[in-house]
């Protein structure tokens, strides 16, 4: 069993910035590959960064490329999402998941409660 709390999320203005975290318990942390995801209203979830367990290999959305980057601290048992240059169409809840690997949501099995952003423009 893991348990995931995502924390960060906010009202920003366009062009602002803002960091998630991602708290997780329950599991060996440092073994886990980790994504992050979003969801719109009215649209599907999908992937935005994911990291390995080492820190290694990130695949990326092609949205949030040169944006948004992801990172992880073992000891800490939290991996982050930092966004910069945010526009209003990044507008979302933001979800942590692992275990997994890809961009495809059911290869994840256990979810955070998400974390709402709210670009402004």
């Known amino acids: 069993q893991v348990q995931l709390v995502e924390s960060g999320g906010g009202l920003v203005q366009a062009g602002g910035s803002l960091r998630l975290s991602c708290a997780a318990s329950?599991?060996?942390?440092?073994?886990?590959?980790m994504g992050w995801f979003r969801q719109a209203p009215g649209k599907e979830r999908e992937f935005v960064l994911g990291?390995?367990?080492?820190?290694?290999?990130?695949p990326y959305a092609d949205s949030v490329k040169g944006r948004f980057t992801i990172s992880r601290d073992n000891p800490k048992n939290t991996v982050y999402l930092q966004m910069n240059s945010l526009k209003p169409e990044d507008t979302a809840v933001y979800y942590c998941?692992?275990?997994?690997?890809?961009?495809?949501?059911?290869?994840?099995?256990?979810w955070g409660q998400g974390t709402q952003v709210t670009v402004s423009s």
């Open positions: 990291i390995n367990w080492n820190g290694g290999s990130t």
């Open positions: 329950g599991r060996t942390f440092s073994t886990m590959n």
């Open positions: 998941a692992a275990p997994g690997r890809g961009t495809n949501p059911d290869d994840y099995g256990y």
